[in-house]
């Protein structure tokens, strides 16, 4: 009766698993990141570990037996690697990789060639599987990153729990090998261990939902901000992001330069040659822009061909300097691709006691562009 209870447990958990394998892509729908899809992957594989080490138990001493446990512990191993690297998309670079690879391929071959001791192949795959684990929970925590706590700090639960439960079967298996005979064995500590996975398949598969959702909510954010021709911001997210940096420049008394820069005859470049080719020289110019701008700086695409730049911690010598960099990198570029050719007139500003807003500072700014385009275009003028 034990046996059969531990058995029950065993197929609630390979139901469990399947059923939020096929459940997730349903939610989650097409089109989903790259982070998602090995977040999936992961769970299925771990389904498929529990069907095959279900089905090798009809087949003990047969030799079906070695070949679907071999194969099990390889999808659990395969599905620890698959989440690791799910975390890597959301997080960035993780810790642990290396040695989390080397105990994916590791584990289905020590397991296979120890399959004939006993001890040796149970505390050999429950060790590894423990050691990936602790990667995968670590790797939610460290390095720290802006990413939503809650979320990273539920899957590091629930692997260091799966870790703890089978550590100890691990121990069990390898040191108490008559305590623990197979993997229906009805021991309190293989049994909390089934549990265990069991509240913690559903609970990872709500973490990986909120950290899709949270990623689903900054892709909207980015797309809202975002020029999607040039990959600059665009006017709201211009009107978001630099009043904070003019706000920090007269609290601080550091020296803020704005530039605003209008493409030179840009109407006349899609009346002529059409508006893919206009496209191109806007994308150009976008490239150009991001190639010699530094972190610190803020750069949109504010208009059709007009674009502007604030300049943290830059003076008028800093201001003119970085122009001169741009206009020649710009130069460079349409070299390089003869069929685009393209100037830009600019007016700069420099960050004065009386621009209480960005308005009027900005303003300063575009009366020196209108200055420079009625001098001719293709030049800078800076406001007094």
Known sequence: ????SVYTILLLTALNMGTVSVALPLI???G?????????ASLVSQTLGWITIIISGFWAGHW?????????MAFASLANCLMFFALQEWLGKRPGQHVLLWLTVLMPIGYALSFSNYSLRVGYANFLLAGQFLIVARATLWPRVAASLPWRSLISLCYFSVAVTTIGRGVLGGFYPELYPSF???HPINVVAQLVINVTLILIAVAVLVAWREEAEAQLREHAYTDKLTGLLNRHGWEQSAPSLLDHAR????????MVLDLDHFKQINDTQGHEVGDQVLRLFGRVLQENCRSSDLAARVGGEEFALLLPQTDEAAALLFEQRLRSALQRACQRQPQLKVDYSAGLALLEPADTTLTTFLVRADSRLYQAKHLGRGRLQVAD
């Open 1 to 4: 009766m034990e046996s059969i």
């Open 251 to 258: 609290r601080h008394g550091t020296p803020l330069a704005i």
């Open 64 to 72: 079906l037996d070695p070949t679907l446990s071999t194969a099990s």
């Open 32 to 40: 989903i990141s790259r982070a998602a899809r090995l977040a999936q």
């Open 28 to 30: 989650m729908g097409r």
């Open 184 to 186: 229906q064995a009805a």
